[in-house]
């Protein structure tokens, strides 16, 4: 607690926090790896409806815990489960007599940052602490913080954040009972007539089964033989299961449901005799061709010129509780049928009640689908980075026309029943989990055929029209995803939860749960709709913890206008967030091309957001938040705006990235931690003289952490980079060289070097690494390549990796990376081989019989070779490597 930052002449002396001298992200990325893979377990109040880019709960109350604990006079610990009284008052006095707070804040240290990380799984209530999150999304800042004891104020411009995060604070004091009843009184109006349309003839009896999924296919017309085609990228229906291997796949002649083992191989249908190969579709890459005539064309040019597309039931997915109930085999009471004369009356009997339905058609949005940067084109090419598909294109002008009738007639009568439900915030959860469900329940999801289960529309932030759309059962059945009243189960768990809060920890390897703290969620939070910017505020928050927008990742408006039409059915009259007919656009911090928005105004904007957080800030307070991270460019965007508004940056740390990939095909790298103090006044100093100290610091952070710490090397990389940058902060704007100031970004670029040339790590260190890595990805790349000499650009053009197909390494029997070093030995018999080729190029011949004691000789084997075989032998327990050089019997094979 003595340590002191921002210690120059003039400038206010403060208490370094725990967060500036260390943060135990070991543990963080432990329970990140968990909590990433079962959301709905750890934190159900978040699951409770999608809002984009939400990071994980455990990564934010680390930040909090590591953030708030600074005077531990104010600082209280109480064991989870225990309504009064702190830790010390339970349990062996002899183990719990005294918790030395000061002890533990004291103890965090860059070295040993984990004392304070013994009370993660505690009721910690720090005193007098006001709490900030100007960005807060889907609000899970906010919440963690508030579970301190924290007062809490949060914003956001986007209404739908808004009311997604006044839901979460509610869901703490709400009662689960009205909201059980509630439902109910829903369900008993209109969910046997809902699930009428949602049944079919069970194929083993004389009696309907439920329907999980109908699989619909869209149809266009040839523009050379007129004939109708369905559109097929291929065959498949999803996966055999239940001891069966292959998959069932349907018959292009007739939509039989035909079973195979090879869908890549000729198939045969059993009932019309027609052979196909189910692999070979006839869409691909937005053309599609006639199997009569063969006429290739592209998708929208047709719908464009034909006025849209016809949709087809093709296939049904169902479970059947009767012959579930009778004891009948699993494939028979819940698998894939196909289509009969039953299926098309009830499709005929919905579209016809929709049509004269026109007090029900009140609940339905009316508003068109603005054009932007994911919606549409710009000048006739994509707009940005993170779009999909023109939706014009595909003949969608309304957010109406991404339903089919019998989707909008089932949603608008659970709107309806919503609406007579008298309890306002009862009404608003059964409204989130209605939109919620709204991410499945639409004519843009499509189905995984290798997972058996339906995708919703955002599983890319983008507006992708499938071929093959999906229609799930919109009350739902026994099985299924994506139903209304799956999700408001999710609903029911959120506010379960948010009544009785757990926190999940690891001990010695193994996942464990508290017992409920004693406070619930929500406690002392407020938030607000508006720009951020525009916040009247005034030296008046400790802390700032935020996740603010990073550049064009996420064109939030665009994407949160599906849910917000909806919702603003029912909320207009409600609340004046809702009046509008869209959400907000111009006033979003983020490069849109739509708007004519891009790095320049994103920058310029991101710096007017900060200048507004270091004005609402106490002069010893802190801002910590996290930021995407990918490459120099965004480290120095990140900087000046964070400098140049009047902040020191103390420390930044690598976290597990919590983040879709938002383009196919195209690899996020990973999140971080920055961490910045305010700062009066900067002081001048030479280029020479600041590149020795940030020399100097590199050194010596890389030092301390590899003797102390287990982290890989590209999370030291960026630990590293946070000291250098700390150095760099107390001179911004005041560094010179030959005469000229330097910027931020042009200092960024310099420390790279000076990281890197510290740094005798190379392209085979990175490999090795990556063969240790449990299910490596172009993020891991990222990673391990910080503070190294090698980019993923070096990895990528030798073929350690590839993403043609997914992520692979180019390990010794992958095809791509033995045809590099084929070419390699043919064209200069081995001169420029690296070490590693050369393993890898022996390891192959041995594999497949043939000699290679003649290259062994010709490449004259040193200390270096060896060692590296010993290494690939050790990190992939194949020995092969090191016997290749040295044992005659394994060398003498072949010719």
Request: include cysteine; proline fraction near 3%; hydrophobic fraction near 30%.
């Amino acid at each position: 607690m003595s340590e002191q930052s921002g210690s120059s002449q003039g400038r206010q002396e403060r208490t370094e926090l725990p967060i500036e001298r260390g943060f135990p992200i070991e543990r963080v990325n432990e329970l990140a790896e968990k909590e990433g893979r079962a959301k709905m377990h750890y934190r159900p109040n978040y699951t409770m409806h999608k809002w984009w880019a939400r990071r994980l709960g455990c990564v934010f109350r680390a930040i909090s815990l590591y953030s708030l604990l600074d005077d531990p006079e104010k600082v209280s610990v109480f064991e989870p489960g225990h309504e009064s009284g702190t830790l010390a008052d339970y349990g062996d006095e002899a183990e719990n007599a005294t918790v030395d707070i000061a002890s533990l804040i004291d103890g965090v240290n860059m070295s040993d940052p984990e004392s304070l990380w013994e009370l993660y799984s505690k009721d910690v209530r720090v005193e007098d602490k006001k709490i900030l999150d100007p960005f807060m999304g889907g609000g899970t800042s906010l919440m963690e913080a508030s579970r301190f004891g924290a007062e809490c104020h949060g914003n956001d411009l986007n209404p739908v954040a808004w009311y997604i995060t006044s839901k979460e604070i509610d869901a703490g004091t709400t009662n689960l009972g009205e909201l059980n009843n509630a439902f109910d009184r829903v369900k008993g109006k209109i969910a046997d007539d809902i699930q009428s349309y949602y049944k079919t003839e069970c194929p083993n009896g004389d009696h309907e089964a439920d329907v999980m999924y109908f699989f619909w296919v869209r149809q266009l017309d040839c523009v050379s033989c007129q004939n109708t085609v369905s559109l097929f990228k291929d065959y498949r229906l999803g996966k055999s299961r239940y001891g069966q291997d292959g998959y069932e796949v349907l018959c292009p002649d007739c939509h039989s449901i035909v079973h195979t083992e090879d869908w890549r191989s000729q198939t045969s249908c059993d009932d019309c005799a027609a052979s196909f190969v189910p692999q070979e579709g006839n869409y691909n890459r937005g053309n599609y061709s006639c199997p009569d005539c063969g006429q290739k064309y592209r998708v929208t040019d047709a719908i464009q010129e034909q006025g849209g597309y016809n949709q087809q039931l093709c296939a049904i997915e169902y479970y059947c509780s009767t012959c579930d109930e009778d004891g009948l085999d699993r494939c028979d009471y819940k698998n894939y049928k196909s289509v009969d004369e039953f299926d098309l009356k009830l499709v005929q009997e919905a579209n016809q009640e929709w049509n004269n339905s026109e007090e029900l058609k009140e609940y339905i949005p009316q508003e068109s689908i603005p054009e932007g940067a994911i919606t549409a084109t710009v000048d006739g090419s994509q707009s940005s980075s993170v779009t999909g598909n023109n939706v014009f294109q595909h003949n969608f002008n309304n957010w109406s026309d991404m339903f089919n009738s019998r989707q909008l007639l089932s949603l608008a009568k659970i709107m309806k029943a919503i609406d007579e439900i008298e309890n306002q915030n009862t009404s608003e959860f059964l409204l989130l989990a209605l939109t919620e469900s709204l991410n499945y329940n639409n004519m843009m999801s499509g189905y995984q055929a290798s997972y058996n289960k339906a995708t919703n529309l955002f599983k890319s932030n983008s507006f992708e029209p499938p071929v093959l759309p999906v229609e799930i059962n919109v009350w739902g059945s026994e099985y299924g995803a994506g139903s209304f009243s799956a999700m408001w189960d999710m609903v029911v768990s959120g506010v379960e939860y948010s009544n009785a809060p757990t926190e999940r920890y690891i001990e010695n390897g193994e996942t464990h749960e508290t017992e409920p703290f004693s406070q619930p969620l929500g406690n002392n939070c407020k938030v607000t709709c508006g720009d951020m910017r525009e916040m009247s505020t005034d030296s008046d928050y400790d802390a700032i913890i935020t996740d603010p927008p990073y550049y064009d990742n996420v064109i939030y408006s665009e994407l949160s206008d599906f849910f917000y039409v909806w919702q603003r059915v029912l909320l207009k009259d409600e609340y004046k967030e809702f009046e509008p007919e869209m959400t907000p656009r111009q006033e979003s911090i983020v490069a849109n091309p739509a708007l004519n928005k891009g790095a320049e105004e994103f920058e310029t904007e991101l710096g007017q957001a900060f200048s507004v957080l270091r004005n609402s800030l106490k002069e010893d307070g802190v801002l910590t938040f996290t930021y995407h991270h990918s490459d120099s460019d965004s480290w120095g965007e990140l900087l000046t705006s964070v400098c140049n508004s009047g902040f020191i940056v103390t420390a930044t740390y690598p976290i597990s990235a919590d983040i879709q990939k938002f383009i196919k095909g195209e690899a996020v790298s990973f999140d971080i931690v920055v961490v910045a103090r305010p700062i009066n006044e900067t002081e001048p100093v030479s280029w020479n003289s600041l590149r020795r100290d940030i020399y100097r610091t590199a050194r010596r952070t890389r030092q301390q952490l590899e003797e102390t710490r287990d982290l890989s090397r590209g999370d030291i990389g960026v630990m590293e980079m946070g000291a250098c940058f700390r150095e760099y902060s107390k001179h911004h704007g005041k560094v010179q060289r030959d005469g000229e100031i330097m910027n931020a970004k042009e200092v960024v670029q310099e420390i790279y070097g000076i990281i890197q040339e510290a740094s005798d790590i190379g392209v085979e260190d990175v490999f090795i690494d990556l063969l240790d890595t449990s299910n490596p990805s172009f993020d891991d790349v990222n990673k391990l390549c910080r503070g190294t000499n090698a980019t993923p650009e070096d990895l990528k053009e030798t073929h350690l990796y590839n993403q043609d197909d997914g992520f692979e390494l180019g390990t010794w029997d992958n095809e791509k990376r033995q045809a590099y070093i084929q070419e390699r030995v043919n064209g200069d018999g081995g001169e420029h081989l690296s070490n590693l080729d050369k393993l890898q190029f022996l390891r192959y011949r041995y594999e497949k019989g043939q000699a290679v004691q003649n290259y062994v000789e010709k490449w004259d084997v040193d200390d270096d070779l060896r060692e590296l075989a010993g290494r690939l032998a050790d990190v992939t327990g194949d020995d092969t490597y090191t016997r290749v050089l040295g044992d005659r019997d394994i060398t003498s094979y072949g010719e």
